[in-house]
């Protein structure tokens, strides 16, 4: 009998909310939508000379070797720029043992070229 009564002040006392949450303490909304910060990087320009010793005219691609006897590879972009004499050129231009002059923007250890000048 005394767990009876003790089990109906119980639920009595669920059903009235004297257990709820008080009033005055409200659950704060969930945020409607999420923010994300992107955080880049700026690149190192980078200006190397040298002799181009191979080009790849399917993937737009050339290989330099400076001064120093360091090869480097450049990928061409649809904004870099091939100019000769000042004045824009085709990929088709470049050939091996030309020398040029590359401006590049150094992404960890990749280089893109901005502009390659036919010297």
Same mark, same amino acid.
């Given at each position: 009998?005394? &767990? %009876?009564?003790?089990?109906?002040?119980?639920? @009595?006392? %669920?059903?009235?909310?004297?257990?709820?949450?008080?009033?005055?303490?409200? @659950? =704060?909304?969930?945020?409607?939508? !999420?923010?994300?910060?992107?955080? &880049?990087?700026? @690149?190192?320009? $980078?200006?190397? !000379?040298?002799?181009?010793?191979?080009?790849?005219? =399917? +993937? =737009? !691609?050339?290989? $330099? /070797?400076? @001064?120093?006897? +360091? /090869?480097? !590879? *450049?990928?061409?972009?649809?904004?870099?720029?091939?100019?000769?004499?000042?004045?824009?050129?085709? *990929?088709?231009? %470049?050939?091996?043992?030309?020398? $040029? /002059? $590359?401006?590049?923007? +150094?992404?960890? #250890?990749?280089?893109?070229?901005?502009?390659?000048?036919? #010297?």
């Amino acid at each position: 009998m005394r &767990k %009876l009564i003790m089990t109906s002040v119980f639920v @009595a006392g %669920l059903s009235s909310g004297a257990f709820a949450q008080p009033a005055s303490i409200k @659950a =704060k909304p969930a945020a409607a939508t !999420e923010m994300t910060t992107t955080i &880049k990087k700026s @690149a190192a320009i $980078v200006e190397i !000379e040298g002799s181009v010793m191979k080009v790849v005219t =399917k +993937k =737009k !691609e050339i290989y $330099v /070797k400076d @001064a120093a006897g +360091k /090869k480097h !590879e *450049f990928y061409f972009t649809d904004t870099t720029t091939l100019t000769s004499g000042g004045a824009p050129a085709e *990929f088709s231009a %470049l050939r091996e043992g030309t020398n $040029v /002059k $590359v401006s590049a923007e +150094k992404h960890g #250890r990749r280089l893109t070229p901005i502009a390659v000048e036919i #010297r």
